[in-house]
T-cell receptor
Framework: GQNIDQPTEMTATEGAIVQINCTYQ??????LFWYQQHAGEAPTFLSY????GLEEKGRFSSFLSRSKGYSYLLLKELQMKDSASYLC??????????FGAGTTVTVRA | GAVVSQHPSWVICKSGTSVKIECRSL??????MFWYRQFPKQSLMLMAT?????????EQGVEKDKFLINHASLTLSTLTVTSAHPEDSSFYIC??????????????FGQGTRLTVV
């Protein structure tokens, strides 16, 4: 099974940077995903890491260290619309996803 | 990303009735579909995996006789919640995998179906 931990809440100021950490213990690691989820909506795919290192996509970046069982999602130049829940998910070799509990990010003016 | 569509987006039903939720892959053939549910203030939990033409595999704690899954074609899977009770009220979300479409088609979700049982 998978054990995935991420902080419950984070607050940051508009224009700032926030880093959301995710640690995992897994059997059969086959990739890690980050999602954004607004209340009442389905999760939206943000990033995918399967090899160690940093993946950058616009204002969002994601990092993975497989040896440490660690990932982070970096959100730069925060905007009010970035207020949402961010989910870390680990995929196993059967392509099933296990999710962390989610981190609620609140962006303040 | 891979496009998956669910129908309906929301449904309200009476306790004891059955509800069917559809999950369609719109631009690819889904050999495998995954059904998740999300209770309020909680994260997504995998319920079951369905492979086209075969029986679904259910996660521990999910009643297969209550949550009937049919994956009769490469573009459609259905989840039927039988004899629904208020505790089945949840957000049901699907995703689909096509190994020919890239490495992670299953990472893209349908828009979800919010089920409320009254």
């Amino acid at each position: 099974g998978q054990n995935i931990d991420q902080p419950t809440e984070m607050t940051a100021t508009e224009g700032a940077i926030v880093q959301i950490n995710c640690t995992y213990q897994t059997s059969g690691f086959n990739g890690l995903f980050w999602y954004q989820q607004h209340a009442g909506e389905a999760p939206t795919f943000l990033s995918y890491n399967v090899l160690d290192g940093l993946e950058e996509k616009g204002r969002f970046s994601s990092f993975l260290s497989r040896s440490k069982g660690y990932s982070y999602l970096l959100l730069k130049e925060l905007q009010m619309k970035d207020s949402a829940s961010y989910l870390c998910a680990v995929r196993d070799r059967d392509y099933k996803l296990s999710f962390g509990a989610g981190t609620t990010v609140t962006v303040r003016a | 990303g891979a496009v998956v569509s669910q129908h309906p987006s929301w449904v309200i039903c009476k306790s004891g009735t059955s509800v069917k939720i559809e999950c369609r892959s719109l631009d690819f053939q889904a050999t495998t579909m995954f059904w998740y549910r999300q209770f309020p203030k909680q994260s997504l939990m995998l319920m079951a995996t369905s492979n086209e033409g075969s029986k679904a595999t259910y996660e521990q704690g999910v009643e297969k006789d209550k949550f009937l899954i049919n994956h009769a074609s490469l573009t459609l899977s259905t989840l039927t919640v039988t004899s629904a009770h208020p505790e089945d009220s949840s957000f049901y979300i699907c995703s689909a995998r096509d190994p020919l479409q890239g490495d992670y088609t299953e990472a893209f979700f349908g828009q979800g179906t919010r089920l409320t049982v009254v």
